[in-house]
């Protein structure tokens, strides 16, 4: 299986989730977000093949990183890789954060005709969903640039059955990590 990537995977990002991160930058996406700061990853076409195997391969000899990042482009229009990807990244005791612009209801809608969208919702920690909305372009947000967009906490959320946010207060992060560590930013 192949996925499309509009970068080699970006090691030691600290901006893109909680703790030091390996960011996978996917290739493609429809949303065309006004002000959209990446739009040489939205062609289908664009960027370069990459063997989901090799990927493992890669995540696997990691060093020093929390979890991954799905990024992009929106990871959600290759549902197959990027379930194979997260549910790796899972199983050797990576985090998985996901960016995409649909809205989580939309990802559990569009599970009714797809299941690997609802199986891909088991695999993540937090997903930051929504499109980017210039008007709502804020830099004091978290880990996000339009204040519509949402950390949401995925497994409290599958358990509550009702949207539940990561805690945010006065800069700090409860962290909800096995480590249980509080992030200060
Ligand atoms: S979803 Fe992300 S990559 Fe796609 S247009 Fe919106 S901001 Fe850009």
């Not at 076409?45 to 990183?65: H, R």
């Not at 990042?69 to 959600?76: H, N």
């Not at 950390?151 to 990561?166: H, N, R």
Request: hydrophobic share 40%.
């Amino acid at each position: 299986m192949e996925i499309r990537l509009a970068a080699p995977l970006q090691r030691d990002s600290v901006v893109d989730g909680f703790g030091v991160r390996t960011v996978i930058w996917t290739q493609g996406c429809s949303h065309n977000c006004p002000f959209c700061q990446n739009p040489q990853t939205h062609d289908f076409e664009g960027g370069c093949a990459f063997n989901v195997e090799d990927i493992k391969e890669e995540l696997k000899n990691l060093t020093g990183q929390d979890g991954i990042t799905l990024s992009g482009g929106d990871p959600l229009f290759q549902i197959d890789a990027v379930v194979e990807i997260a549910k790796y990244a899972k199983s050797i005791g990576l985090n998985v954060w996901c960016y995409t612009g649909f809205l989580y209801e939309d990802i559990v809608n569009m599970g009714k005709t797809n299941p690997k969208y609802l199986e891909l919702l088991q695999y993540l920690d937090v997903l930051v969903d929504g499109k980017f909305v210039n008007e709502l372009k804020s830099l004091n947000l978290l880990f996000r640039g339009s204040s519509n967009q949402r950390l949401i906490d995925v497994p409290q959320t599958l358990k509550a059955e009702k949207i539940v946010l990561i805690p945010e207060s006065d800069g700090i992060i409860e962290n909800f990590s096995k480590k249980n560590e509080k992030i200060f930013i």
